[in-house]
């Protein structure tokens, strides 16, 4: 059997990691990984469009979303919902891209039970100190969210042993060096190569 699928990469990481940095950077270095678009129901920020990281749903959108069976993983983060459409996600396995899904950990789990074959990275701050300041200088939220996502933030660290692997993002170019790395190493799995052997065998 030919083994041409893509890969299915979840990153997670608390609010103020840096991941979404990361991932920026990530999609300049490895331009051919696709990024699945999540609907959610919080209410848009400043310094967001439409259609970049998220898709801005209604309620009854998302709850329609749900009956319909068209979401991979979904949950609630601080009384909004959020969640990883299917289609696009197995459209990309399919078509044997790799593609990289950000969740938090509640979706990482779900994910893990739907699609036990994928790769898991937990984006980890330096220390605890470093999270306060990063929230603080992002400047989007009210000083009583960012205490929610403090605490949100250390619930979710005290889950990262259920990931593969973890990067601390403390000096952004080495974190992206050793998550590139990760998705080499990856690719480089022998179930990941078996179409390769079998061309060559064939011959
Ligand atoms: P933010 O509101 O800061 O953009 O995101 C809040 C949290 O929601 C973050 O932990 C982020 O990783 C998570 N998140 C973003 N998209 C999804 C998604 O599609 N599903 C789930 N379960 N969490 C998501």
């Not at 919902?81 to 950000?102: H, M, S």
């Not at 403090?150 to 050793?178: F, G, P, Q, W």
């Amino acid at each position: 059997m030919l083994s041409n699928k893509g890969r299915l990469f979840i990153i997670s990481g608390p609010s103020g990691s840096g991941k979404d940095t990361l991932l920026v950077k990530l999609f300049k270095a490895v331009p051919e990984i696709k990024f699945s678009i999540s609907s959610i129901t919080r209410p848009m920020r400043e310094n967001e469009k439409p259609g970049q990281k998220y898709n801005f749903i209604s309620k009854d959108e998302f709850e329609n979303m749900i009956k319909n069976n068209e979401l991979l993983e979904y949950n609630q983060f601080l009384g909004n919902y959020y969640g990883t459409p299917k289609a696009p996600v197995i459209k990309a396995i399919e078509n044997g891209d790799d593609i990289v899904v950000e969740v938090d950990v509640n979706g990482a789990a779900q994910i893990r039970n739907n699609v036990p074959d994928c790769t898991s990275v937990f984006i980890l701050p330096p220390s605890l100190e470093a999270l306060k300041t990063r929230l603080h200088d992002r400047g989007t939220e009210s000083e009583e969210k960012i205490r929610e996502r403090l605490l949100c933030a250390l619930d979710e660290i005290k889950r990262a042993n259920e990931y593969d692997y973890v990067v601390v993002n403390d000096d952004i170019d080495t974190a992206l060096n050793d998550l590139v790395g990760i998705i080499r190493l990856d690719r480089l799995k022998i179930d990941r190569n078996l179409d390769l052997i079998n061309k060559i065998l064939e011959k």
